[in-house]
């Protein structure tokens, strides 16, 4: 169950950076799910090459990087990203460089930084929330085989306002957890409040 704020904030045309937390394997595709641009997302070498996820990959223009590979490798992949840019293509790479094993989100490596260089694209900070839990995500120790806690899950997605591409990591990492901070208020949860249990209980 989807719920998506700040929509508006995605550019209708023209190139642009996404920028999200990742705390789920299916982060990717919430992201797919909530707009109606086409995103082009910077992926994981490893996870590029995984049998039933490279033909989708490639059918979306996925653009795989090795952050261990040599220089040149890793330079000429985030140039793919940039020239995907200036193109006017939206491009969504994931900071953090992994799927969170906490929770909470790790500090950002500084890949992006270099994607933006030479060009004047905006950076659009995106904050996924509620997934972590889900099977999807690492919640438990481990990832898959554990029961979902509720069905559907609820997830909310929130983009915020546009960043100059001159933004370097702090500034990003800061606009993402103010999302979260916003979405967290949002909650819906099931629970009542403490004091609300209390009067319910000396009730009883």
Known sequence: RLRVIGRANIPEQGGG?????????????????????????????????????K???????AIPITPGGGPREVVQSLRFATEALKKGELVCIFAEGQITRTGQMLPFRKGFERIMQDTEAPIIPVHIDQIWGSIFSFSDGKFFLKWPKKIPFPVTISYGPAL?????????????????????????????????????????
């Open 17 to 53: 950076l996404l920028i999200a937390n990742h705390t789920s394997f299916l982060a990717a595709l919430i992201i797919v799910a909530s707009i109606d641009r086409q995103v082009r997302f910077v992926m994981h070498q490893g996870v590029y090459e995984v049998p039933w996820i």
């Open 55 to 61: 033909p989708l990959a490639k059918m979306v223009g």
């Open 164 to 204: 100059p591409s001159t933004a370097n990591a702090y500034d990003v990492r800061s606009a993402i957890q103010e999302l979260g901070s916003e979405a967290y208020s949002a909650r819906h949860t099931d629970f009542d409040l403490l004091h609300r249990q209390f009067i319910r209980k000396a009730r009883s």
